[in-house]
């Protein structure tokens, strides 16, 4: 019974593992920016950390039982799987304050992160004493407190990052629910942490750890990537109405997207495979048709269309 049950849990988290990074790695390429490659690094790290450490530890906890009498020296042994990845899991806290940070619009100090890796290495070097020491006097490793230590400790750092979803507003363009965004992190890292300390008292919590730990990897990105998809699909509709409105041809649509996007008529001109006297009279016609005199009017004219649009679309 309970090798069926973490071996259907094997195959859940590898599921759930594989749709998680598809859906950052989609997300990321979808929308290219700061907050989306720092979501999707995150989301990878405390991947590879939980095949690594968390099934590294089980497996071959199961595997050396029968081989390694003293049950001492098997803790020993196979703690080094979760302790050895734990450089990993700090630089994925430190990528998912930075998306909460990026997400809500502003962009984290340097010294903030010279500052945290200063304090984690200064922890990692105490841990690796406190790891020698108990191998030199063949003492048992206090596995599970380091454990429930890292559980607490990633709480921590989700409830860090949720808080500044709650306090700081996130990018108007997204238009989603901060608290509920916050929420699909909030109540997996919880479920981990509480599961993670009942393991000792039952095998079937350490099931539930790792389907909470690896689900949580899935419901916010997913979330993220759905929204978004949703706004492009609204944007992109505000912006077909706009060239409608005016009577924007089909090859100057193409010319104000790039003007948008802050590129010289050169550079349009190489992007769209036309002559740079064909774009400076695409965007004369374009000035004509929508009123404006430069640049500067026809992006904030195109940027107030897109901003009106969804709202003047609300049932």
Request: proline residues 3%; hydrophobic residues 50%; contains cysteine.
């Amino acid at each position: 019974m309970k090798i069926a049950t973490f071996f259907i849990c094997f195959i859940l988290s590898a599921g759930l593992a594989v749709f998680g990074v598809m859906i950052a790695y989609r997300l990321k390429i979808r929308k290219d920016s700061s907050y989306t490659s720092s979501l999707f690094y995150y989301t990878l790290l405390v991947i590879v950390y939980g095949f690594y450490s968390i099934w590294g530890y089980l497996a071959f906890g199961h595997l050396l039982h029968d081989v390694i009498a003293s049950p001492n020296n098997l803790r020993n042994i196979v703690s080094i799987f979760p302790l050895m990845g734990i450089p990993v899991l700090i630089v994925a806290w430190y990528l998912f304050i930075q998306f909460c940070v990026e997400f809500a619009g502003h962009k984290l100090p340097t010294y903030i992160g010279i500052i945290y890796f200063s304090v984690c290495l200064l922890i990692l070097l105490l841990l690796a004493n406190y790891f020698r020491n108990q191998l030199v006097n063949q003492e048992a490793i206090k596995h599970f407190l380091i454990f429930k230590s890292l559980a607490v400790a990633h709480l921590l750092a989700i409830l860090t990052g949720s808080s500044i979803l709650v306090i700081f507003r996130p990018q108007k363009s997204l238009k989603m629910s901060k608290d509920l965004l916050g929420v699909f992190w909030i109540i997996p890292a919880t479920f981990v942490t509480i599961s993670l300390f009942m393991v000792s008292s039952h095998w079937f919590a350490a099931a539930l750890f790792v389907l909470f730990y690896f689900s949580q990897q899935v419901l916010a990105p997913g979330y993220i990537y759905f929204k978004v998809d949703q706004v492009s699909e609204m944007t992109d509709k505000s912006f077909e109405s706009f060239c409608r409105s005016f009577e924007i041809s089909k090859r100057e649509t193409e010319v104000i997207l790039e003007i948008c996007k802050g590129k010289t008529n050169q550079a349009i001109a190489d992007s769209l495979f036309i002559t740079l006297q064909t774009v400076k009279d695409h965007i004369h016609h374009i000035y004509t048709k929508t009123g404006v005199k430069n640049r500067v009017q026809l992006i904030n004219m195109v940027r107030e269309k897109i901003k009106s649009e969804p709202a003047n679309n609300k049932p």
